[in-house]
């Protein structure tokens, strides 16, 4: 007998992976968490049956997430993540010796000890000194705070269930205000190729437009993602993620990474002409 592991990404495709056995499942207050072992992608992480993860491509997306804005702000030294209970993001980051605090808000604890039981590459940095856990709504956390951090990190799911209200004008409103003068938000920003996710990624590029003068968004490949095709957003009250940067700064800490580097990094921001067009419907 084959077991397999079903995503339904539209109504007319359907992602699959086999899988060798089911390792964990459980049921937190928010959702349900289930830990696959498959032999094409290592284990695997689904939340409420929509994969979070997978141990073969997870660090596209945490480089991509992380390096960006690490690469273009000049001295980070405090960062927030909103999300990311699997620890990649909070992994990527402790990386930089400059950065003196991390702060990691996920509305769930299980997923992070989840993580912690069985996905060990990935949230392998979570008992990093410089790192605080705070296990609350991350749109609650951010009202209360100004003025403090110099990126914010937005590792949400996608917009529905416990993520619902990080895509929202309030929340991005908030996530300025608890910036610097000088701060950069990064959020994950869905696909732009199936049209219910296109119309998500422009929902949130609209909002986010409102709330910050400098307002981008970057692309990367995540093959077990929808379509493949996955957006990031990048904002900011002062840099542009390509113009002015200090590559030289970045290159001179000698990180080895697998996915990100800075020649990418200024690639990623030339989009396809139907993103780019997406991307001007809202923004006018």
Not at 73 to 80: A, D, G, I, S
Not at 148 to 158: C, F
Not at 265 to 273: D, K, V
Request: hydrophobic share 35%.
């Amino acid at each position: 007998m084959e077991l397999w592991y079903t995503e339904k990404h539209t109504e007319n495709v359907n992602f699959s992976i086999k899988v060798d056995k089911q390792i964990y499942s459980g049921n937190s207050e928010f959702q349900r968490i289930d830990i696959f072992n498959t032999r094409e992608f290592g284990r695997i992480m689904t939340l409420d049956g929509y994969l979070m993860l997978t141990e073969k491509d997870e660090f596209i997306y945490h480089e991509m997430i992380t390096h960006v804005a690490m690469c273009v702000h000049p001295n980070p030294k405090r960062v927030l993540v909103i999300g990311g209970g699997d620890g990649g993001t909070v992994r990527e980051l402790t990386k930089y010796d400059c950065l003196e605090r991390i702060d990691l808000v996920e509305i769930d604890e299980e997923v992070v000890e989840v993580s912690k039981k069985y996905l060990p590459q990935t949230a392998c940095k979570l008992d990093d000194p410089r790192v605080h856990c705070y296990f609350e709504d991350g749109l609650k956390y951010i009202r209360r705070v100004e003025d403090e951090y110099d990126i914010i990190i937005v590792d949400s799911t996608d917009p529905f269930g416990p993520g619902e209200g990080l895509f929202t004008r309030e929340f991005y409103g908030n996530c300025n205000k608890a910036l610097h003068e000088d701060g950069i938000m990064v959020n994950q920003h869905e696909s732009p190729f199936y049209d219910g996710d296109a119309e998500a990624m422009q929902r949130a590029h609209k909002r986010i437009c409102k709330s910050f003068p400098i307002s981008k968004v970057y692309q990367v490949h995540i093959p077990t993602y929808p379509s493949g095709h996955w957006l990031f957003g990048f904002a900011s009250k002062k840099y542009h993620p390509v113009k002015g940067v200090d590559w030289d700064r970045w290159n001179a800490l000698g990180l080895k990474l697998r996915y990100y580097n800075p020649a990418l990094h200024a690639g990623s921001f030339a989009l396809p002409n139907y993103v780019e067009e997406m991307l001007r419907d809202v923004e006018s």
